[in-house]
């Protein structure tokens, strides 16, 4: 297996991980009371969305080189 195929699988993974954690974060948001709460949820749920994009644009360069 070449270097770049490790590191595909690697961000394929992390995708994965990063989606789970996503649908997670959407799960507590709709069960979320406390103001204070559903801020971080917010924030949280922004920084997962920008991890997403980053590691399909790098999934899809990659497969553009191939």
């Given amino acids: 297996m070449t270097r ?3 590191q595909r699988r690697a961000a394929k993974a992390e995708l994965t991980r990063t989606m789970q954690a ?5 799960s507590e948001f709709n069960e ?15 920084a997962l969305q920008c991890r997403c994009r980053a ?6 360069s990659e497969g553009q080189n191939v």
């Fill in 55 to 60: 590691l399909l644009r790098l999934l899809r």
């Fill in 4 to 6: 770049q195929e490790k």
């Fill in 32 to 46: 979320a009371q406390e103001p204070f709460y559903i801020e971080q949820l917010t924030y949280q749920h922004a």
């Fill in 22 to 26: 996503l649908r997670r974060n959407e």
